[in-house]
Structures are given as C-alpha cells and as structure tokens.
C-alpha cells in the first residue's frame, strides 16, 4: 500500500519561509512526477509545482521565482521550499506523485500565512 507522508505546513508571517517534505512508501514503481498542488478555501485544486524524475520542473506563474521543488529519488521524498510567503499563499496544500499507471495524493497539510 502505497503512503505519501507530508510534513512541514504551519503558520507564518508575511515574507516569511517554509519548507514542505513529502515522502512516499510502500510499493510504488515508475515515478513520472513529484509535485505540490494546493487549495484555498472557496477555489480549485491548482498546480503549484512539480518535478520529473530527470529534474524537469513546472511552476505555477504565482510562485514563480518564491518557492523551489526538489526530489530526492533514492528516498523517493519530494521537498517545496516557499520564501516570501503572501497572505494568498495561504492553502491546504497536497502532495501528488504520478506514475506510470496511476497517481497518488497526500493528505494534505496546511499552510498559513498571517500576520
């Protein structure tokens, strides 16, 4: 059975930094991606980034130049490092990863970004 453990959301200041680890266990074969989705209150599910098994890595226009994904393949763990956190950065955030045949969602943990 396939888990994905999230870790890292919390509450933070304005221009203030956080870093979200998501690790995957159990039996999971042909990774195609890694990535982070999240979900504010009242929206859609949207794409924040993600990341292929070669490096390759896809940004949402709004964190663009903020946030960093990186995988570590051997573990099989995907990490979001979000700097300068806005208030609309606020959201449940959701780790997916993506096979060949099927994908798989954490449990989602959120984030808040407050003064």
């Known amino acids: 059975q396939v888990q994905l453990v999230e870790s890292g959301g919390g509450l933070v200041q304005p221009g203030g930094s956080l870093r979200l680890s998501c690790a995957a266990s159990?039996?999971?074969?042909?990774?195609?991606?890694m990535g982070w989705y999240r979900q504010a209150p009242g929206k859609q599910r949207e794409l924040v980034a993600a990341?292929?098994?070669?490096?390759?890595?896809n940004y949402a226009d709004s964190v663009k130049g903020r946030f960093t994904i990186s995988r570590d393949n051997a573990k099989n763990t995907v990490y979001l490092q979000m700097n300068s956190l806005k208030p609309e950065d606020t959201a449940v955030y959701y780790c997916n990863v993506r096979t060949t045949t099927t994908e798989y969602w954490g449990q989602g943990t959120q984030v808040t970004v407050s003064s």
């Open positions: 990341i292929s098994t070669g490096g390759r890595t």
């Open positions: 159990g039996s999971i074969f042909s990774i195609l991606f």
